[in-house]
């Protein structure tokens, strides 16, 4: 299971933050992710013997078969 920033999401903030720097800004915000996704390997939680609720399944944004 992990549960962190959405990754594309990341990159794009990321080079907007990278083109403030190079036109010279200081003094700039420490940014927080907008938007947050749970994602479940659900082939590894088999291969480690564990059971997954599917409560978890029902609420996960992306679940790896």
Same mark, same amino acid.
């Given at each position: 299971?992990?549960?962190?920033?959405?990754? +594309?999401?990341?990159?794009? *903030?990321?080079?907007?933050?990278?083109? *403030? #720097?190079?036109?010279?800004?200081?003094?700039?915000?420490?940014?927080?992710?907008?938007?947050?996704?749970? #994602?479940?390997?659900?082939?590894? +939680? *088999?291969?480690?013997?564990?059971?997954?609720?599917?409560?978890?399944? +029902?609420?996960?944004?992306?679940?790896?078969?």
């Amino acid at each position: 299971m992990s549960y962190g920033e959405n990754a +594309a999401d990341q990159w794009r *903030r990321v080079g907007v933050y990278v083109g *403030r #720097v190079l036109k010279g800004e200081r003094n700039l915000p420490v940014e927080q992710a907008a938007r947050f996704e749970f #994602v479940i390997n659900v082939q590894t +939680a *088999r291969i480690l013997d564990l059971a997954i609720p599917s409560g978890l399944l +029902a609420i996960a944004n992306e679940v790896i078969e």
